[in-house]
């Protein structure tokens, strides 16, 4: 089974988009344009992604050398019919678990007003979008585990590399836990219902249905 490569599909559209720039810039500049290339910095849409496949690496190795025995863990997903993927997808004794990977700088905090909706907030911006991409792909994985066993749990987690969750207290968003790689392993290992075998079926489901990106 094809578990998968944290980041590749990142790390591949990083390395497209930084090669269709270079050459642009040498069809423009056959003269100087290595010279411009070497002096230029990266554009932002180019670091963005090479940033969250560093996110997605970071958080495949804590996984890797933190989860128990009795978990296993897909990494970068592709959804059919669609250019988007999942990060992570982890087979757990507690069920199934989603896994989006952040890589961001600041502190994360959620603000829940008397009046209007909650919001997440990143280094003082509004990340609130981040949840709506998570709880889709939850939906997502959920309607696929429902055909095959509608009594396994399908839970979602937003996991933090680089920013700085509350050291108190444990924050969440709608139900969906916001953690820590560390902190996510743990909850991963926890002991549930959800036997061996069951597992098996469950991962070569997810394996067939969200091939490696």
């Given amino acids: 089974m094809d578990l998968?490569?944290?980041?590749?599909?990142?790390?591949?559209?990083h390395e497209r988009r930084r090669a269709n720039r270079h050459q642009r810039v040498n069809d423009k500049h056959p003269r100087i344009g290595k010279v411009l290339l070497a002096l230029a910095?990266?554009?932002?849409?180019?670091?963005?992604?090479?940033?969250?496949a560093s996110g997605e690496e970071r958080?495949?190795?804590?996984?890797?050398?933190h989860r128990g025995d009795a978990v296993v863990v897909l990494h970068d997903r592709r959804i059919?019919?669609?250019r988007a993927n999942i990060d992570h997808l982890a087979v757990t004794p507690t069920g199934v678990w989603v896994i989006d990977a952040?890589?961001?700088?600041?502190?994360?905090?959620v603000?829940?007003?008397l009046l209007g909706s909650a919001k997440l907030t990143i280094g003082g911006r509004d990340k609130t979008t981040l949840m709506d991409g998570l709880k889709k792909q939850v939906a997502l994985v959920r309607a696929?585990?429902?055909e095959i066993a509608p009594d396994v749990p399908v839970h979602g987690a937003l996991c933090f590399v680089d920013a700085d969750l509350p050291l108190l207290g444990r924050l969440t968003f709608d139900g969906y836990p916001l953690l820590y790689p560390k902190a996510l392993a743990r909850r991963l290992n926890?002991?549930?219902p959800v036997a061996a075998r069951q597992r098996r079926e469950l991962l070569t489901q997810l394996a067939n249905h969200f091939p490696a990106a």
């Fill in 4 to 13: 998968g490569t944290a980041g590749a599909s990142a790390r591949r559209e």
């Fill in 41 to 52: 910095d990266e554009p932002q849409h180019e670091t963005a992604w090479a940033r969250g």
């Fill in 144 to 146: 696929v585990i429902s």
């Fill in 111 to 113: 603000s829940s007003p």
């Fill in 59 to 65: 958080v495949a190795e804590a996984l890797v050398k």
């Fill in 80 to 82: 059919p019919k669609s």
């Fill in 102 to 109: 952040k890589r961001y700088k600041g502190k994360v905090a």
């Fill in 190 to 192: 926890q002991h549930g």
